[in-house]
């Protein structure tokens, strides 16, 4: 618990940070590939070799987990203000609980209903400028929501089923090296090399957000996943969107529609405890068949 508590702390700097200095001024592709090849090099030094197929599954939940959800993450701040990037990363728990579904062979028409209750959220906030930029930033930020939602319960769950006997420094660099071959392919295809940074701030910010937030705070994140269960990690993961929207709106955006994020939020809130609710009342028709 303390890990993921000192992640979140370490994070909500991390969305303005993004938002503020990087987001329009450097190229989303580049800052995404910076920030994974530097949390690579971190973790190099430690790997130490495993069974193939538990390394490629290692490469394959970094790819979606920090590659693909980077990708969607950088892209949603070109639609869309920091704070309404938090709120709408207030949707995590629900998918985390929803891959633990599936991967029990189950699934819920909630996932449904509380799906188009955040959509609703969603139009709150914006309505008085309700366009295609709202509703695209919002799939996008949810595209971004899911792949870190797989990422993490995949790996408490391999960690679950493996019988390691290294330490998680010791596998954590294959993580990186699956997140690093989607970040140069992104870039290959789609980055602009006319929009690197400009200035030693952004390089600075880069390198932050590279070693740090990236290098540290994925390896602990996931490595206190491990240590709960799905619950408090459903609820550790919304812990971010408080502590980020305190840290954007007090340090950088200080003339944000309060009214608006708040009716907003709180739908997008109630349509996460409609689903903790009615999820707890399944298990309770379950224990009691």
């Known amino acids: 618990m303390g890990y993921l508590i000192a992640i979140t702390i370490l994070w909500a700097f991390s969305f303005s940070l993004i938002g503020v200095y990087l987001a329009g001024q450097v190229d989303a592709y580049f800052s995404v590939l910076t920030r994974v090849a530097l949390a690579t090099i971190v973790f190099l030094p430690f790997i130490r070799r495993v069974p193939v197929p538990l390394a490629a599954k290692l490469m394959a939940l970094g790819a979606i987990q920090l590659g693909c959800m980077y990708v969607c993450y950088y892209q949603s701040f070109l639609l869309l203000s920091v704070p309404e990037v938090l709120i709408f990363t207030i949707l995590t728990p629900v998918y985390v609980t929803l891959i633990f579904d599936l991967m029990q062979g189950r699934f819920s028409f909630r996932y449904l209903i509380t799906a188009l209750i955040a959509v609703l959220g969603a139009a709150i906030i914006r309505y008085s400028s309700l366009g295609n930029d709202i509703f695209t930033g919002f799939m996008v930020v949810q595209g971004a929501n899911i792949c870190f939602a797989i990422g993490q319960v995949g790996y408490k769950v391999l960690l679950q089923r493996e019988n390691l006997q290294l330490p998680q420094r010791a596998i954590f660099g294959y993580f990186y090296l699956g997140a690093l071959v989607v970040t140069v392919i992104t870039w290959f295809l789609f980055g602009n090399s006319a929009k690197l940074p400009t200035t030693a701030l952004q390089w600075e910010i880069l390198l932050y957000l590279g070693l740090i937030a990236s290098g540290l705070g994925y390896f602990f994140w996931n490595k206190g996943a491990t240590r709960v269960d799905a619950?408090?990690?459903?609820?550790?993961?919304?812990?971010?969107?408080?502590?980020?929207?305190?840290?954007?709106?007090?340090?950088?955006?200080?003339?944000?529609?309060?009214?608006?994020?708040?009716l907003g939020g709180a739908v997008l809130l109630f349509s996460l405890l409609l689903h903790e609710y009615w999820g707890k009342q399944q298990n309770l028709k379950a224990q009691t068949n």
């Open 231 to 262: 619950g408090t990690l459903a609820i550790m993961n919304n812990a971010l969107v408080p502590a980020g929207l305190i840290v954007n709106l007090v340090i950088w955006n200080r003339d944000a529609n309060l009214v608006r994020l708040c």
